[in-house]
């Protein structure tokens, strides 16, 4: 009762809306403050907004500028760390209904061609949160050219109809492949574009650089690496996702980049090891906001540096107890050894198969845990055999050409929900590759994964316990747990 108490207290402290206020609609006139806190399961998330209290009302991040009535906020809520949850969108359908722009046919249902006032059209959306994201087929590289892809692809089985659609499919006019991926969060953009090398270390290869401006850049940003900048990543959503008609106005993109450079989300407070940057700790966002360049790049040393003091907390209360769980997570993450095998994007690039390591190894960025090498990586969660089964998700079937090399794990047939960096490589080795998220924000924006296949903190980690075997004992799971639902 006393820690409730002292979060409520802090989430008075800190402005925090209430109730109705959780979701913010397209053109509304509200003010997006210095700093803004939502309470979520585990305590409380914290977005800062460095530029200063933003109006809403005519700026572009917050305006319907296409035909459907969205926003981007209306995807990327403060209140679930400018992601979106499951358990929002279901919230959202009951309050309006199904109305919401949230729920517009083009992305927000299953398939645009189904009967749109259906639930059923919705179920991706409502069970799994997952957006339809329609890449062309064959691929586009991001500077728009076609990519000659090294695999055929064939539909085994699409619930959605989707990939069969005499309009939206495979087949259609205009070939696409429909796959169903998790909101990325849009804040945090300083680690998001992040480049820490001038060359991918993974395998001494220049990094991506951006066709418009030839700059390198973090090759980090979406689950299929398809827009190299936030400017590029703008535009694909107001054509996608917001249906802009004509070309996307610059001076709205730059506001709309200008505005998410700006934010920095981070769990502030948790309800039992209270505020998070207290007792030598420096958790929350403001670490995030103060970190410089030079700062951002992974290393020897452990990632989640800021919850290590905790690691001495006294143990004089359940407060210390949680203290000293989380600082233990943050010291596993980077210590706990195991065997890492068959992951395209680590074992083929002169680690050995298997290379025996961490969590860390591939989550190396501080403070976010991303891949500070570009992090497109097959960790097996949309690949057969490892990715858990989704009766409910299409299901392809890549058979890579005769004349490209094969998959050194899978061979030339694969099984994938999702072809994910193929989509925009067309290579067979980068089949079912996902870059790897921030870690940011993880308590308010469930469920986990490109795919949302882990619906809480605790089955992604016993997805990894059983993907590499592991052997986690309850504690270390429960101190893994404990460490990312603060972060
Ligand atoms: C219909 C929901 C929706 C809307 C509206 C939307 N987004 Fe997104 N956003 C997504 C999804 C889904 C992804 C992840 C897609 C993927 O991985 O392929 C994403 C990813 C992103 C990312 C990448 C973050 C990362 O870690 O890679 C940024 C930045 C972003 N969106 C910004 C925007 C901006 C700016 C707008 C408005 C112009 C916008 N979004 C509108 C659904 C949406
Ligand atoms: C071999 C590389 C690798 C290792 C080792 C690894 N991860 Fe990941 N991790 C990834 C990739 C790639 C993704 C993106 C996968 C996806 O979304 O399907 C990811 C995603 C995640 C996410 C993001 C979830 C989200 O939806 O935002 C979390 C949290 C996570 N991993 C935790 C862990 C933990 C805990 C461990 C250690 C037990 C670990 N990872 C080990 C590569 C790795």
Redesign the pocket.
Known sequence: MLLRNVVFACLALSGVAHGDERWWSANEDRVFPAELSYPNSSGVMTTLNEKGPTRTQGHPFFSALGTNGRACVTCHQPADAMSLSAATAQERWRATTGKDPLFAAIDGSDCPSLPQEKESSHSLLLKRGLIRVARPWPPRASDGAVVKPQFAIEVVRDPTGCNFDPKYGLKSKAPSVSVYR?VRPATNAKYLTAVGFNFDPKNGLPLPVDPETDELVSGNLL?DARAPTLFAQARDAMQSHLQIEGKPDDVAVKKIVAFVQGLYTAQSVSMKAGALNDGGAQGGPKTLMAVRGGELQGGPQPIWLEFLPWLNAASNSSQDEMRKSIARGADL?SKRMFL?DD?MG?NNMGFGNPVRNA?A???NMLRTGMDVAP?Q?D?G??NSPHATPAPELPLFKLTCNVDAPAHPYLGRVIFTQDPGYALTTGKCADIGK????S?RG?ASRAP????GSAKTLRE??EY?DRRYR?NLTEQEKQD?VNL?SVL
């Open positions: 998790r689950a993450f890492v992951s680590i969590c190894f591939c989550h992090g990586v960790i969660t949309v996902i870059t790897a998220q870690m993880l986990y994964f490109s795919n992604l980690v990894y592991i893994l990312m």
